[in-house]
């Protein structure tokens, strides 16, 4: 039984969470930049060698390659196919931003180093065995780029050479413990320890049986944690067919299968991914007169700390971090969420108040405000936006103007979950009318009834749709 894009995010953001968690990057994501797949990498030395093409075995080709021109040969001829000038992909990207420490590649490029430079990350670069000498600086945060299969030196893009020759022939595979005792060694314990993600995979990669190995030689009664790999589905019957049967064997080891339509549906996937390993921000946006006499004021107000009396009753485990910029409604929300809380459970990081520049010549906060963490920044409202955001989870509108509307169109383009609560009218209404379920992912029956009671004229079933949806999209 496969596993669902929902599976998948939830219990692999988990142990990213807790710093249990490790990637794995295969050579799908390369052709995605426009390198070869493993028949194509082959092809011209596989020509000089006339090993016919119907050896479809890439690897056993290889060493054909190997056995009649010289490794060296091979090895040449695989450089002139890859060091070339690529740029990484909108994938790499997304796997920088995760906050995951271990990134295992097979890759001989040098696209997911390229990835992490760009964030300006800090990586120990592990290539040959020799490598393990240098380690990061104790108590930092470093990233370890592991290249189990080689890779070419940094440089020049048609200039560059071999850090490490490839491991790409039949006998390479089966001596590689024998040849990377170290690596080897530290894999099968991470596999022990981390829930491996494997992207960039496809059913016939020769990486593949590395899973299998990984997962049959552990000992009957011990269980590793889970770990899931992404497969593309094949349209050709007969594919298709040798997919689901390759499928079924990695279920059976323990390794847990999320099929997707195409590869152009990894970057949504990772992107899901990436918005729920981030802290957990429920930024809260709108505005209304909090103390005003009419109905839809009162009614926004009285939703509004339905809701925050409801985060604070729930689960520490699942309690978020409620930010805002200071507005109506993230006032209203964080004085009850604090009222709310018992004094033993109330610390200030769970309310955070994001200040943008001054724009007028007093600006200071009324004592019956100052509740949690004042951040104060020269940012400007644009700057705030674009720096907040990407750190946030999911928002909750509650009523607001056209202002209010603009600000939840940015956090939808950084990956924010936005929860509108129509039911309190202005921009919430606008938002709740123009977006659907799919929007947040929201497919079960509770999901969908929770989406039409934000529209109700209850105060209480409101607040407490608003309230499950949080905590279905932040946490579960």
């Known amino acids: 039984m496969t596993v669902s894009a929902k599976e998948l995010v939830a219990k692999y953001a988990e142990a990213v969470a807790v710093g249990d968690a490790a990637l794995f990057v295969g050579a799908g994501t390369s052709q995605g930049a426009g390198l070869p797949g493993w028949t194509e990498l082959i092809e011209e030395a596989r020509a000089a060698a006339d090993v016919p093409s ?80 240098v380690k990061p600086a104790a108590g930092t945060w470093a990233k370890r780029v592991t290249k189990m299969h080689g890779s070419l030196t940094k440089g020049t893009p048609g200039e560059r050479g071999w ?12 001596r590689y413990e024998e040849q990377h005792p170290i690596t080897w060694t530290r894999l099968r314990a991470s596999w022990l320890t981390n829930s491996f993600l494997f992207l960039g995979l496809s059913f016939d990669d020769p990486n593949l049986n590395l899973l299998l190995r990984l997962s049959r030689s552990l000992p009957a009664h011990i269980d590793a944690p889970p770990h899931y790999v992404v497969f593309a589905e094949k349209a050709d019957p007969v594919e298709k067919r040798l997919q689901q049967l390759r499928v079924s064997d990695l279920e059976k080891s323990g ?30 946006s709108g505005s209304f007169a909090a103390d005003g006499t009419s109905d839809q004021d009162r009614f926004a107000t009285t ?18 971090i409620v930010a805002s910029f200071g507005g109506p409604a993230g006032q209203v929300v964080s004085r009850q969420f604090r009222d709310a809380l018992a004094p033993s459970e109330y610390r200030p990081e769970l309310v955070r108040f994001y200040y943008r520049k001054a724009e007028t010549g007093d600006e200071s906060i009324p004592i019956e405000h100052r509740v949690g963490m004042a951040i104060f920044t020269e940012r400007t409202l644009d700057d ?3 720096f907040v955001f990407p750190q946030a989870r999911a928002m909750v509108v509650i009523a607001g103007s ?36 799919a929007d947040l992912g929201l497919d079960s029956e509770d999901e969908l009834a929770w989406w039409d009671q934000l529209n109700s004229g209850s105060a209480t079933l409101a607040a407490h749709a608003a309230g499950m949806l949080i905590k279905r999209l932040m946490f579960e």
């Open 54 to 133: 119907q050896i479809s075995d890439a690897v056993l080709a290889a060493q054909y390659i190997a056995n009649t021109d010289g490794p060296a040969a091979l090895h040449a001829a695989i450089r002139r196919k890859i060091d070339v000038d690529v740029r990484p992909t909108d994938v790499h990207a997304l796997l920088s931003h995760l906050p995951i420490r271990d990134f295992w590649t097979t890759n001989y490029d040098l696209l997911v180093e390229q990835s992490l430079e760009a964030e300006h990350f800090d990586y120990q670069w592990v290539v040959g065995e020799q490598d393990y000498v």
């Open 163 to 174: 850090q490490v020759d490839p491991v790409i022939t039949r006998s390479d595979f089966e």
């Open 255 to 284: 390794v847990n299968v999320h099929m997707i339509q195409s590869h152009a549906d990894l970057p949504t996937l990772l992107s899901q991914l990436e918005v729920r390993c981030r802290e957990a921000l429920l930024f809260v």
């Open 303 to 320: 939703v509004a700390q339905n809701i925050a009396t409801t985060l604070a009753a729930s689960d520490p485990r699942t309690r978020p």
């Open 384 to 386: 705030m936006r674009a």
């Open 402 to 437: 056209a202002r209010t509307g603009e600000e939840a169109g940015v956090a939808r383009q950084h990956g924010v979950l936005v929860i509108p609560v129509g039911a309190t009218g202005g921009a919430a209404k606008a938002l709740w009318d123009t977006m659907t379920p």
